[in-house]
């Protein structure tokens, strides 16, 4: 589908979630240093053509300015014409689009995500057990045990999609970059979000439950 072809409206109300949901996530300190990138998917799917509304690279992301997003091709490459540089971390929100045909998805690093990519990084997964919140990721097994992959953590971001390819699990709405942060997804902006929270909850949980065991 052609860019022209998505409409306004759908479009405006991208970049409105994207806006209210990048203002609720600062507020929290979820943008330290101008880290994270949000995007939401816009128009129709198939895993060739799609465009989503991106946070530009590098943006102190506890502003609101006219020059906070922009739409990019399934490819990576603006949509339009503009001087706005997307994400440098696009080429992994293309992946994951491609693979779930998912609506939105959202990266933060803070220190609980970091710390438990590097507690469990020789199992290459993060082991959560029988936590309530496992539920707010649709599966509701009693005493549900999942694993949340964790992926090398490359300056070179090409380089770290294949292994968000080989490693991507379609139960888990997320996949943890090493010492970096997490990607969650969801069919839209509202369950992005949930996903989001409920891996934050997880990880600070898994942490402290480490702590307590030793
Ligand atoms: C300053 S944090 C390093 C880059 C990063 O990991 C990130 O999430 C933000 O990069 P962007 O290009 O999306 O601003
Ligand atoms: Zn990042």
Known sequence: MSFAHISLEAKQKALAELTEVKSLFASRGWFQGTSGNLSIRVGDFTPEDFHFAITASGKDKSLSTPEDFLFVDQTGQPSELTKLKPSAETLIHCEIYKQTGCGAIFHVHTVFNN????????????PV??????KAFNIWDEEAHIDIPIVSNFAHIPSIVPEVTERLDKRI???MLRKHGI???GANAFEAKRHLEAFEFLFEYVYRWELLKR
């Open 183 to 185: 990607y969650a997804w």
């Open 173 to 175: 709405p997320g996949i």
């Open 115 to 126: 710390l438990v990519s590097e507690l469990f990084w020789e199992r290459k997964s993060i």
């Open 129 to 134: 057990d029988g936590v309530e919140l496992i």
